[in-house]
């Protein structure tokens, strides 16, 4: 496996790759990986000849006052554990190196991401599309993989794929958990031990609500019901907890097939979200 940091070397590679015709997976992370990452990097690798990770903690993607200096990094760690999930080149770009002047020019996330995580994150996603697709032009891939666990960036990012043409393939996992159901965030490593205890109840409260809603469809009860867990079994503080449509984002309506029922809570000054995607047969 190799490690690459300059645009001049992956893109060595990809016309390597290219010239033998071998199919690209590209799974796009911020490094410090777990189990949610490698499992990309092996999904990617079963269905491709050759598998590029790229791990980029993106400037462009934080707000002013969130955690862009102090998200965690390890590049050795992850070199060892992206080589032992089957990953062939990793790009570990600097910010200098992506993005060599601010040109001002940005790409707009557009509806799908003024709600959610977007309404939190101001700008948020607009930098999320602006490095995806930097990556996209540069890595080529066949196809490219991302965790159900951010639903929001995967509808958006399909979306950016279909308006723009991108001649690739988006594929999704479902999310990875540890054992007493928490999803699995490089932010996690943010917890205290009473705070680690108390996450669990996220998965739990998501849990009552999509069972409440699929027995009664009364969405306002259920959403209650998980905010009111959520409330009783952390000091956290809930961001948000809707019940919409998905992948479109949109209100629910009696035809609606597929949802989405996201949260982000505040677990001290660690913000963790998750989510369920289910039809009306509970799958
Ligand atoms: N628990 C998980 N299960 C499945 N996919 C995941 C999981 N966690 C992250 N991913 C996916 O891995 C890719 C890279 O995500 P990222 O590097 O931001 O990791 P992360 O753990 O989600 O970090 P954070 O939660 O701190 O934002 C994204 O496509 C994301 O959806
Ligand atoms: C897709 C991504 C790598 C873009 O920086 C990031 O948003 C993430 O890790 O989900
Ligand atoms: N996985 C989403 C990246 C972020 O929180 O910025």
Redesign the pocket.
């Known amino acids: 496996m190799k490690v690459v940091t300059k645009i001049t070397e992956l893109k060595q590679f990809v016309q390597q790759a290219k010239k033998e015709q071998k199919s690209i997976g590209l799974v796009?992370?911020?490094g410090y990986l777990h189990d949610g990452h490698l499992t990309l990097a092996r999904t990617a690798k079963a269905n491709n000849d050759v598998v590029i990770m790229s791990i980029?903690v993106?400037p462009t993607?934080f707000g002013p006052n969130e955690d862009f200096e102090s998200y965690p990094r390890d590049l050795p760690r992850d070199t060892e554990l992206a080589q032992s999930a089957g990953v062939d080149l990793i790009f570990a770009p600097s910010v200098e190196e992506m993005y060599p002047a601010d040109s001002g020019i940005k790409l707009l996330a557009g509806r799908q991401a003024t709600i959610l995580c977007g309404a939190s994150r101001p700008g948020h996603f607009d930098g999320?599309v602006q490095?995806?697709a930097k990556l996209f032009h540069l890595a080529e891939p066949t196809r490219a993989y991302?965790g159900q666990k951010?639903a929001q960036?995967v509808a958006i990012i399909e979306t950016m794929v279909r308006d723009f043409n991108f001649p690739l393939e988006i594929t999704t996992i479902p999310i990875v958990r540890e054992e007493d159901g928490l999803a699995k965030s490089s932010r996690n490593v943010y917890l205290t031990e009473q705070e680690r205890a108390e996450a669990p109840a996220i998965y739990v409260a998501l849990n009552l609500a999509k069972a409440h809603f699929l027995q009664t469809k009364n969405a306002g009860e259920a959403i209650a019901l998980a905010e009111k867990h959520i409330a009783e079994n952390t000091a956290g503080r809930l961001d948000y907890l809707q019940l919409l449509s998905y992948p479109d984002l949109a209100t629910i309506t009696a035809r609606t097939e597929k949802f989405l029922l996201a949260t982000a809570v505040y677990i001290g000054n660690t913000r963790l979200i998750d989510n369920l995607i289910f039809s009306l047969e509970g799958e």
Request: charged fraction near 10%.
């Open positions: 796009p992370t911020m980029f993106n993607q999320v490095v995806v991302f951010d960036q």
